[in-house]
């Protein structure tokens, strides 16, 4: 198999062929992100690609899910993705097929085209939302507002494709959670993921948010400040999802499936807050510290 520069995929693709489809990420820009900062955007020869499906198939004949590698493969033009999805089912013929979206991602396609993707096995997109505050997302060069979240997936949904969102507390600096969380919610409640990742960003040093930082443009929420955005959040919700709360970068990690789960988990979390200490805020301040490559 080919990959070039890092491999990221979500938890729950683990037991995925991993296809490298592109390299990199269109956008490249997002002011906390480092996973493709030295990785130029490019796509995949179409003869690695069909090289690793032969190589794929020799090893896992019988795999039923396949994700595409990159920062956003679904950016690729509709012709390109039913080429790409035709070619994956000569070698697997009833395989399922994932990948990350950004939310521009769906711009370059109408609906039509979302339910042309759907019947050629392309489902269960990974958007990272990151937040549904204008502000956040403008600060954190996301590349889109919250109308734009707002109309997107709505445009999947109406496709019949299911997505997860990723939900990347902390985005918002100090003093600014509880916003980021009503705005948050006010999204998500007119959409229907079927999860949301939720973690907590952890600067990294070769990011521009770190630069942000040191240049007094950013200020980082506490850690209870993280808990306290997190419970609001999910007190907010209104719709049905899972909520996969397991991250090194959560300060409490958690999985919830609401409705069922709110009143464990939102206990849980303002017990914790209830009990929290300046210890507490110091070692988990300098656990985030510590953590590397994420
Ligand atoms: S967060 Fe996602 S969209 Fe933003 S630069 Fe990183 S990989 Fe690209």
Do not use: W
């Not at 849980?268 to 070692?283: A, P, Y």
Request: proline share 5%; with cysteine.
């Amino acid at each position: 198999m080919h990959y070039t520069g890092p491999v990221i995929r979500p938890p729950h693709e683990a037991n995925s062929i991993l296809l490298e489809v592109t390299v990199g990420c269109t956008h490249n820009s997002c002011r906390f992100c480092t996973f493709y900062y030295d990785t130029p955007y490019r796509i995949a020869p179409k003869n690695q690609v069909e090289h690793d499906l032969q190589e794929a198939q020799r090893v896992n004949p019988n795999a039923k899910r396949i994700y595409a590698v990159g920062g956003d493969p679904f950016t690729l033009r509709t012709a390109k993705l039913v080429d790409l999805a035709r070619m994956i089912r000569r070698y697997f013929p009833t395989i399922n097929i994932g990948m990350y979206a950004r939310v521009d991602s769906m711009f370059n396609k109408d609906v039509d085209d979302l339910k042309q993707l759907k019947a050629e096995g392309i489902n269960d997109l990974v958007i990272g939302i990151e937040s549904g505050d204008d502000d956040v997302l403008a600060q954190m060069d996301k590349g889109y507002t919250s109308a734009d979240i707002l109309r997107e997936c709505q445009k999947l949904e109406q496709a019949g494709i299911a997505y997860r969102v990723i939900f990347l507390g902390g985005l918002a600096g100090k003093g600014n959670g509880e916003r980021n969380a009503r705005h948050t919610a006010q999204v998500l409640n007119q959409l229907h993921p079927t999860h949301m990742y939720m973690t907590s960003v952890a600067v990294q040093p070769e990011s521009l948010l770190y630069q942000d930082i040191l240049e007094g443009r950013f200020v980082e929420s506490s850690e209870q400040e993280r808990i306290e955005e997190t419970l609001s959040l999910i007190e907010q919700l209104t719709n049905p999802m899972v909520l996969l709360g397991q991250s090194v970068a959560n300060p409490v990690n958690f999985i919830a499936t609401l409705p069922d789960d709110y009143e464990p988990l939102t206990q849980m979390l303002k017990t914790t807050i209830h009990r929290f200490t300046h210890q507490d805020e110091r070692s988990l301040r300098a656990y985030r510290e510590s953590l590397i490559n994420i």
